[in-house]
């Protein structure tokens, strides 16, 4: 079983550039999730989305964007790269709350912004 | 907002030894989950509860959802080397929120 993948799982960008997180998941979950961690940090919620279509802001949107066209795929843009950026990013799916189903995790995306 | 007050924030045991971590906030919640983190990896979940006073076990590892519902532990017993990682604690608020607050994780060292 694959779950969630993320791509790429190392990335180095220059202040500026732009790029997108690829993050894919094979359990048909409704409900898809980007996180980022830093150092001795939790997780921080950036975006998610409850459904193809619908995507909504989590604790920490700014600088990023996000599109769900498909129930499978959720990719985290980054547009104009900054050094406070430079973090690791994880994708995660689940179903929804009434489910009672945990939130699964990709392996991470490590982003270094220079 | 709502925070996850975990501790401690590190730890240094001998392999054998017990490990007991915990998870409070000024707020209530609906669900506790503890996961871990290994490095490299995305966290992997370990424990979910769902009830307030609830005891779960799973192997070496038991949870309890605090009867206040503002907090909750994790015992490791007899810990392996491979018990190593981050442990993290997790919540979800009520009024039907899918989002999850962490805490900022306990560092788990074992040394053999």
């Known amino acids: 079983n694959a779950g969630v993948t993320q791509t790429p799982k190392f990335r180095i960008l220059k202040i500026g550039q732009s790029m997108t997180l690829q993050c894919t998941q094979d359990?048909?979950?409704?409900?898809m999730y980007w996180y980022r961690q830093d150092p001795g940090m939790g997780l921080k919620l950036i975006y998610y989305?409850?459904?193809?279509?619908?995507?909504d802001k989590g604790e920490v949107p700014n600088g990023y964007n996000v599109s769900r066209s498909t129930t499978e795929d959720f990719p985290l843009r980054l547009e104009l790269a900054a050094p406070s950026q430079t973090s690791v990013y994880f994708c995660a799916s689940s179903y929804p709350q009434g489910s009672n189903q945990p939130q699964h995790f990709g392996d991470g995306t490590r982003l270094s912004i220079l | 907002g709502q925070q996850l007050n975990q501790s401690p924030q590190s730890m240094f045991i001998q392999e054998g030894e017990d490990v007991s971590m915990n998870c409070t906030s000024s707020s209530i919640f609906n669900t506790w989950l503890w996961y871990k983190q290994e490095p490299g990896e995305g966290p992997v979940l370990l424990i979910a509860l769902y009830k307030a006073g609830e005891l779960t076990s799973n192997g070496r590892l038991t949870a309890q959802f605090g009867i206040t519902r503002k907090d909750s532990f994790l015992n490791i017993s007899a810990s392996i080397p491979s018990d190593v990682g981050i442990y993290f604690c997790a919540s979800r608020s009520q009024g039907g929120s899918e989002k999850l607050v962490f805490g900022k994780g306990t560092k788990l060292t074992v040394n053999p």
């Open positions: 989305s409850v459904g193809a279509g619908i995507t």
């Open positions: 359990m048909n979950h409704n409900y």
